[in-house]
């Protein structure tokens, strides 16, 4: 005890010598490469690989590129519809499990399996079910008798592909909401509900009046965290659908990754790269900033 | 009481149930598939339990996958990252959480910000491309500059 309260009267070079390994390697790996990438989205990259400095025309020159406006447009869809479907089927989910009774732990146990599963996999899984004429879910609604023969290509259509990869990434990332509503569910005081049990308060007028209030909360991070989390959820889209037909699926990061890996456009893959970052960067902050903890 | 307290729990059980159906549902798919044999996974309505049980597709993905070796070699390289991954962030994440819980130094709240921000999905997810920006930094632009420049194209 002696030597703490020493240490933290007189200044010492030795904290800063700890923390020296881990400053590099985010310097290195996430600071550095940020700054590189927004100070590069200034010029334009020739050819030849001479830079000249061109102020804000990449970015002029992105917001004429109607394939971007439109993966822009489409990157908004997504993360609206996610995070509702997120929040609503989250909910609908946590509350019934949270209620005791047996076999609680099972459930919670099968809950976390598409979560656990590495994301690539499920996806691939998914890809293939999802395929028309041979995949497995056209071989369900055919059997509950919702679809006959020329069976439905759903990635081959602009609302089939965009519902399809929606479905897909609602379903590996639902198991964490569901385990962040649990969290908030379990620390819920029972005197509350007690409470209003005796004072004769309805199922709905108890929802509406404790849980909702109670989670408030949760809801609020699992809002910003869920926003953060669609916004970049490129491996499902590229996996499943490529951004594919013709854009219809096309999110800001796969047509990113489109933009320097396919067209090695840099300077506007820059640029998109500068936008996102920006985006995402006040919703991290706003998330940072609410759960922040001392 | 007794009958509403018996459908509840009917209620929440069957709803359990279809729970676990929905989610187990593409891991059976997918396990159902890897039984099939080849002329069997092109039977237009996909059929849920192969008529012959096809054990071939697990060997062969153990013997011939990529470059001959199979399975073993991306098992391999998962296994280095995966413990490369874990030693490094224990090596850098110790001293860092030591001294942050220990000392009380200026910049102490600057610094777990900024280890909050990078460690944050913004640019976690963005990692993608920083990776890739990252390697352009070095490689891409250094090809650029070098390469091209004597290719004079």
Redesign the interface.
Known sequence: MDK?KR??KT??L???F??L???F??FL???Y??F??IYSSFFY?T???EERFVGLQNYLDLFSDSVFVWSLKNTILWVILRVTLMLILGLG?AL??N?P?R?NSI?ET??I??WA?PLA??CY??K??LNG????????L??LGLIS?P?PEWLGSPLGAFLGVLGVSV?TGLPFTTLIYLSGLKSIPESLYEAALIDGASIWQRFRYITLPQLRAVVITIIL?ET??S????TTVWIVTLGGPLHYTELI?TY??KV??EFFN?AK??TI?TI??II??I???I??SKTWR? | MTIWKILE?I???S??FM??VI?????I??I??SLKSWSE????????IPNTIYFDNYIKVWQKIGTGLGLTIYFRNSMIIASGTVLLSL???I??A??IS????KG??E?M??????Q???????????I???E??WT??Y???CN??NL??
Do not use: C
């Not at chain 1, 004429?133 to 369900?140: A, D, K, R």
């Not at chain 1, 916004?231 to 490129?234: C, K, L, P, Q, R």
């Not at chain 2, 944050?120 to 920083?130: I, K, M, P, Q």
């Open positions: 703490v240490s933290l200044f010492s030795r904290p800063y700890f923390l390994p881990s400053i390697f985010l790996f996430i600071i490469p940020i590189e990438i990259i050819p030849k690989g989910i019934p499990i209620y009774f076999g459930i099968i809950l399996i598409p599963m996999i499920v899984g998914w293939w079910m004429p041979y995949g497995h879910f056209n071989s369900l055919n059997i023969q069976f379903y965290l953060i989390i916004f970049g959820s490129f990061v990113l990754y320097a890996f840099w893959a820059f790269a996102g970052f995402l960067f919703f991290s902050f998330y940072i001392e | 729990k209620l929440i059980y709803f359990a729970l676990s989610i187990m549902f593409p891991i798919s997918m159902s598939t996974l092109w039977i237009s309505p996909a059929i849920w090596m850098l994440s001293p860092a030591y001294t220990r000392y009380k130094f102490r709240k610094f910000f900024l280890i909050l921000i990078t944050n999905d913004s640019t976690y997810y963005f990692n993608y491309v920083f890739y920006d990252y352009n930094v891409i632009k090809l650029l500059r091209f420049n004079n194209f």
